[in-house]
């Protein structure tokens, strides 16, 4: 275990992400501009946020501004019908699936769902579509008929879903003459010569959703992030099939305010550096790169830096919602103070709150302070296990990169990870000609006092308890999403709901946390529904007993109570 805590820390150490301030004009262009898709896909007007600091104009650029993501050209997504004949965008695939509806703009001129981000042009001219950090992390919730928009919260989004019908999709065209024909003209293309483009697409994305198949399904609001990166860099970039696990691990996404400020990043705590973490995700969700090729080409890829940056720089002005007092009850003023003084008793001293605890100036370069957060292993929370176990448990065959392992045939998955990573990003300066000192902003502060790289948690294996402001707006809780609310998790273990369903967004505002009842569901989201039953494996809801003598219902609702209260920290010290 103690090899694979070094690969944590070098995971940790290889590269991030500067926190510094930039606006959104600063992005990289996302390439040519083509004409708008079907009205429908962007036609579902936005939803009323609750205020999170951001400008109108900046939370487009967070929608829109392409990071590297090339999942299909553009042209084709637009053109592709459902095996239905319904147009896949027009026709509901994503929405059915929980992506959030688009609104056409000079940054997203086709109407494609939130986190759809026009990508630069293939060889053939054909802009592409990728994805981008809005996708997985643009909430919303659903208060008494209202919709809120939550800016950097937790999507409900069906990723395997979304797949398994985008390889549908292309099947029944492959499939169907008269379909294809209908395709090709809507794509723009004559049919014969982009027959075989198109085949060859369809091929490599049967594969990339055959081979991160898993015998249980993820549902709405989850995602093994880490199998997934693991994946396409350490089995399909380095060509080693034999690196390949089935990605059982899923995670939910997390809320991403005050994530800029954290000392440690993900539900493991492994990431300290932000660039290490945003390329990672880049190269995860189809993202290209070259790790056995010439030197002429080898360690390129089409991660984007630049707008890595700047995405990380707009997230840290990003502000946790407040609970929505104006469409619901304020929270009741004598539960708030009986909440007040239980959770700091028994919560404040593992998640922290207002005042915040920071670390010490000494620990970094700069002086910077930035918010402490604890790492807690199995033995103490108790929770489900088996992401801890598939990362830091998990080997690879170091292949073409044995040369940065001494020529050691394998190593941990994780320092594989990030030797690929670092070396992407460290040939993405060399090529763009950064200076020295920028090229150190882009790791924002986090060096230490003798300048190297502030490193991850590394061991014991342990999960993070990050700080909760805004958690009213990120159900269902656990780092599985295996409770539907807060008062459940406050609640003995066997009292939590064995079995729930999860897709919904409408509030359930006296327990916190999304209703898990068809009834309750509007009749729109109830297609969305997944039933999620806590006794598979990756999905237990056991854990997280604090405190050890268990609450009376009148206290658990007053914790719950302030937790609708709590305000968070707000950057770096």
């Known amino acids: 275990m103690r090899g694979v805590a070094a690969g944590a820390a070098w995971l940790a150490a290889a590269v991030t992400l500067a926190a510094c ?44 501004t392409p990071q590297g993501s090339r999942l299909i050209p553009e042209s084709w997504l637009l053109a592709l019908e459902e095996p239905g004949s319904a147009r896949l965008v027009g026709g509901g695939l994503p929405a059915r699936t929980g992506f959030l509806p688009g609104t056409p703009g000079p940054r997203n001129p086709a109407g494609l769902p939130v986190g759809f981000a026009r990508e630069a042009p293939d060889p053939a001219g054909r802009p592409w579509v990728g994805l981008t950090c809005a996708a997985c992390h643009t909430g919303e919730v659903t208060v008494r008929g209202a919709r809120l928009r939550i ?88 060509a080693e099939p034999a690196n390949r696990r089935v990605p059982d691990a899923p995670v939910s996404y997390p809320a991403l ?7 440690y990043l993900q539900w493991n705590g492994i990431a300290a550096n932000p660039i290490g973490r945003n390329t990672g995700e880049v190269l995860g969700v189809f993202g290209t790169m070259d790790l056995t090729g010439p030197p002429a080409t080898r360690f390129t890829s089409s991660a984007r830096a630049q707008n890595l940056r700047d995405l990380e720089a707009w997230v840290a002005q990003l502000q ?39 670390t010490e100036a000494g620990e970094s370069r700069s002086g ?59 040939r993405d300066f060399t090529a763009r000609n950064v200076p020295p000192l920028e090229q150190a902003a882009y790791f924002g502060d986090r060096f230490g006092p003798d300048g190297a790289l502030l490193n991850g948690w590394t061991a014991p294996p342990s999960y993070k308890a990050g700080p909760l402001a805004g958690i009213w707006a990120t159900g269902p809780y656990l780092h599985n999403g295996s409770v539907p609310t807060l008062y459940d998790l406050l ?23 999304f209703r898990s009842d068809p009834a309750g569901t509007a009749p729109d989201e109830r297609e969305r529904l997944f039933r999620f039953d806590t006794t598979r494996p990756g999905n237990s809801n056991r854990g997280h007993v604090f405190p050890a003598r268990p609450l009376p219902p009148e206290d658990r609702f007053a914790l719950v109570e302030y937790l609708k209260t709590l305000e968070g920290p707000h950057g770096v010290r």
Request: net charge negative.
């Open 257 to 263: 305010w005050t994530t800029p400020s954290q000392r």
């Open 21 to 64: 301030a930039a606006g959104p004009a600063r992005a990289e262009a996302s390439g040519t501009a083509s004409a708008a898709g079907p009205a429908s896909a962007g036609a579902t007007a936005p939803a009323a946020g609750p205020g999170q600091g951001w400008s109108d104009d900046l939370r487009d650029a967070f929608y829109y």
């Open 491 to 513: 609640s003995p273990e066997d009292e939590r709901p064995t079995v729930f369903w999860v897709g919904g967004r409408e509030l359930d505002p006296v327990k916190v946390g």
């Open 320 to 358: 946790p919602p407040p609970w929505p007092g104006g469409l619901l009850d304020p929270p009741v003023p004598a539960k708030v103070e009986r909440g007040r003084a239980l959770f700091a008793a028994e919560c404040q001293g593992c998640h922290g709150g207002a005042p915040y605890r920071y």
């Open 151 to 238: 800016d950097g919260g937790p999507a409900m989004i069906d990723f395997q879903g979304f797949m398994r019908g985008l390889v549908a999709a292309l099947d029944a065209t492959l499939a169907d003459p008269t379909r294809y024909a209908r395709f090709a003209a809507a794509a723009g293309e004559e049919p014969g010569p982009l027959r075989p483009a198109f085949e060859a697409y369809a091929t490599n994305l049967r594969r990339l959703v055959a081979g991160n198949w898993t015998p249980e399904p993820y549902g709405a609001g989850r995602l093994d992030a880490f199998g997934h990166i693991l994946n396409a860099v350490a089995a399909d970039a380095l």
């Open 368 to 426: 910077a302070r930035f918010l402490a957060v604890g790492l807690y292993p199995l033995d103490v929370v108790g929770t489900d296990p088996r992401m801890l176990e598939n990362f830091y448990g998990r080997q690879a065959l170091t292949g073409s990169l044995s040369e940065f392992f001494g020529a050691a045939a394998a190593a941990p998955a994780g320092q594989v990870l990030s030797t690929a990573v670092g070396r992407i990003v460290g």
